[in-house]
């Protein structure tokens, strides 16, 4: 019999080892704590009390009669009590019983006129109505917090709750019924809802609600393996873009990564855009288009399946093999998609629209320190001071090799320089029409830029930085343009750079004038080539290169057209869009009258330390450069600096007037995931380029004992393969594809002599 409903069938089913149940007569189903509310009313606190206070005395119990014991994934408790509080769950009620009392409401007849959503599917998925930053939105509840949309002017937009966690949960799920031989997992929640709209007995659907991703979290993942046990789905679905390259890449990483979940159930992808020859995307285009549900079912059962496969994007780290193996001169690693699917919305929207690789990886390396200008008045502890957002980054390939896409990541700060601009020349024309009288007790306006240029000496450097009250972003894409206009005075200029990263104070006497600044925020982005590169890191003994996130690549040996696409129009539109967001961003910053903090939590400074101090004690194992330690060291810095940006970024997509009323932030774990997986590419790429520095350290090779046994165990002519076969040979084994690396590349150690021989060279 059911205990939640008076009929004396049996027709209730309880899975002894998970607390999964369904009820076949009304096709409820649920978890534990659900059943626990159900039997007694209560709220879900209490009910996860009790689930707590039974599970320390007893176990459940099997049919045979033994106790059968919990695993910790069994145990998991799938309600998020951090955010379905009473409070919040009173407000959902509120904004349920809005909904049901305003059909007319234009909220109800824009989703149903543009998404094709009708009311009885908004209230079978507990869809309310709630008013929040002076507008009315469609609150769409899930386990673990709360989405919010509307359209405005055609646009749509997406907020979150505060509190919610959208990686830790599916809307819908709550109304998954076991009706039909599929699960489908649609892209987002109103298209998981005209899914259910159009087939509500052919398949349950669920819906994504942090937009497409290429990986689940581990709630999410056991949540699939549990639901497709109790239902017995024959197949799982995946409906999420794939219009694009990169779109296409995260849609069968998704499915990947649910494939690897479900030990025989087979996953499958409906790729919308290709089964319609490029004219829709998702369903809701086939839709408005007036396609017939029966045409589009069509095309959803036909989709393809995907082959299994390990899915890497949440490896643990790395052994210490494996990462010996990766800390020399071959390791310049591409960033990882992982990065990618977990950025915020307004970079990653434009990142899916860059397919080339390295073109993807340079935009997203300029776009950082271009972001972190515009974030004045930000500020994350550091046990040595406050540090703020700001960010050094240098891109280095060979000529001609699409650094040029490093351009773009500068147009994102274009309309907050051009508003400081603006501004100071009206300042200063203001100024220019004062009668004398007034003149002689007001100090003249200054030219004042968020650019500041890089074709100057680093005394008008230092001008600017203090006209503009300490801050700036320099951007060059030729590292000669800086080295020129500075190279009078280069130390002048290294000692600005360098004490601007730690916001140490600096200062100028001349006969006319004097200044002091007192904490310089200063971001750059460079660059440039190898043989630039060099020319200005003549020495890794000042600190100056470890200061820098290093990023570089080898070039493509194909011909990449020239010719505009859509795709590339699509960037330029973006740019301009994500350009005027940041400048709203930035002057919300700005006005603030006490700084916004970033604390990062306990657990997550762990992951950073056991991270880099893993790499500081295999840089040291290896016998490499002293200097390596520098920048190990300094690339803890870097990383706190990219868990603020991309916490900051984030709260300003999920509700901008958090970075007016918060006093602090906290990063999730997603936020910190992405900026020590983007740190740890960085040391990386940093430990090759160190290789082809002019040496400091005659006494050793930078490259470790490794390289130095190697190089000595050569005689003085040799081919290819003799040399792969005498690392092999080698006490510290050096990889065949690490010999090929070092052989022919910016080093006067080797002399190419013909195609495949080489003869010693300096000693």
Not at 3 to 13: D, L, M, T, Y
Not at 403 to 417: F, H, I, P, Q, Y
Not at 620 to 641: D, P, Q, Y
Request: glycine content about 6%; proline content about 4%; aromatic content about 8%.
């Amino acid at each position: 019999m059911s205990p939640i409903r008076e009929e004396k069938k049996a027709s209730f089913g309880l899975n002894l080892q998970t607390g999964a149940w369904k009820d076949h007569g009304t096709d409820e189903s649920g978890d534990l704590i659900n059943l626990v509310e159900h039997v007694h009313n209560w709220e879900t606190a209490q009910a996860i009390n009790f689930v707590k206070e039974v599970s320390l005395t007893s176990s459940f119990t099997g049919s045979n009669g033994s106790s059968t014991p919990k695993s910790p994934k069994d145990a998991q408790l799938t309600r998020d009590t951090n955010f379905w509080t009473s409070k919040n769950r009173d407000a959902l009620k509120k904004a349920q019983e809005k909904l049901t009392a305003a059909t007319d409401h234009p909220l109800l007849e824009t989703i149903n006129s543009y998404d094709g959503i009708k009311l009885d599917t908004l209230v079978h998925f507990g869809v309310g109505i709630i008013h929040k930053w002076k507008r009315d939105w469609l609150l769409f509840p899930y386990d673990s917090g709360a989405q919010l949309y509307r359209r405005e002017a055609g646009d749509k937009q997406i907020r979150s709750l505060k509190g919610s966690r959208p990686g830790a949960s599916f809307f819908g799920k709550t109304k998954v019924r076991g009706k039909g031989e599929d699960l489908m997992i649609a892209k987002s929640p109103r298209e998981a809802m005209l899914l259910h709209q159009l087939y509500p007995d052919r398949a349950d659907t669920v819906g994504l609600v942090t937009g497409e991703q290429g990986t689940l979290s581990a709630s999410q993942k056991d949540w699939i393996k549990q639901i497709v046990s109790t239902h017995s789905y024959k197949c799982v679905i995946v409906v999420i873009d794939c219009d694009t390259k990169g779109a296409h890449r995260i849609a069968q990483k998704l499915c990947k990564s649910v494939s690897n979940v479900l030990a025989s159930t087979p996953v499958a992808l409906v790729n919308i855009s290709k089964a319609t020859g490029g004219k829709f995307k998702d369903v809701t285009d086939c839709r408005q288009a007036g396609m017939s549900g029966d045409l589009l079912w069509e095309i959803i059962s036909n989709s393809s399946p995907v082959q299994r496969e390990l899915d890497r994007s949440e490896e643990t780290l790395p052994t210490e093999a494996y990462a010996e193996d990766r800390l020399d001169l071959a390791s310049a690693p591409p960033i990882s998609e992982t990065v990618y699917t977990n950025l915020p919305g307004l970079l990653k929207e434009i990142c899916l629209l860059i397919d080339e690789q390295h073109r993807r990886d340079v935009f997203l390396v300029s776009s950082l320190p271009a972001v972190a200008s515009q974030m004045p008045n930000v500020l994350a502890e550091h046990r040595d001071c406050y540090y703020s957002t700001d960010l050094f980054t240098q891109i280095i390939a060979e000529p001609g090799s699409g650094k040029g896409e490093a351009s773009n990541g500068r147009g994102l700060a274009r309309m907050t320089d051009q508003e400081i601009r603006t501004q100071a020349r009206r300042e200063i024309d203001n100024y220019s029409h004062l009668p004398d009288e007034e003149k002689a007790n007001i100090e003249r306006p200054k030219k004042r830029s968020l650019f500041i240029p890089a074709n100057a000496s680093a005394r008008k450097m230092l001008d600017r930085l203090e006209a503009n009250g300490g801050n700036g972003f320099i951007f060059e894409t030729e590292i000669d343009t800086l080295l020129n206009a500075t190279e009078q005075d280069w130390g002048n200029y290294t000692d600005t750079v360098r004490k601007a990263f730690q916001h140490e104070p600096l200062s100028i006497i001349r006969t006319d004038e004097e200044y002091y600044i007192d904490n310089p925020r200063l971001s750059i982005c460079l660059t440039g080539t190898f043989d630039q590169f060099k020319r200005m890191f003549r020495s890794a003994e000042n600190g100056h290169f470890s200061r820098y996130a290093l990023y570089t690549f080898d070039t493509p040996r194909r011909w990449e057209s020239h010719r505009p696409s859509t795709e590339s129009r699509k960037v330029r539109a973006s740019i301009t869009e994500a350009s005027r967001k940041l400048n709203e961003m930035y002057n919300r910053l700005k006005n603030r009258s006490k700084p916004l903090y970033i604390n990062v939590q306990s657990h997550q400074w762990d992951r950073l330390d056991s991270i880099f101090s893993k790499k500081m004690e295999l840089i040291e194992a290896l016998g490499l450069s002293r200097h390596l330690h520098a920048s190990n060291n300094r690339t803890g810095v870097i990383a706190l600096r990219l868990i603020s940006i991309l916490v900051v970024l984030q709260v300003f997509e999920d509700d901008p007037d958090q970075l007016k009323l918060e006093q602090s932030l906290t990063p999730s774990d997603a936020d910190v995931t992405v900026a020590l997986t983007l740190a740890e590419t960085f040391i990386e790429h940093a430990i090759r380029l160190y290789h082809i520095l002019p040496k400091s350290e005659p006494a050793s090779d930078p490259r470790g004992r490794r390289f130095t046994e190697f190089y000595r165990s050569l005689p003085e002519e040799f081919t290819t393969g003799e040399a792969v076969q005498i690392g092999a040979e080698c006490e510290l084994a050096v990889p065949e594809r690490t010999v090929k690396e070092w052989l022919p590349k910016d080093d006067d150690k080797f002399i190419k002599v013909a195609h495949g021989k080489y003869k010693k060279g300096d000693p």
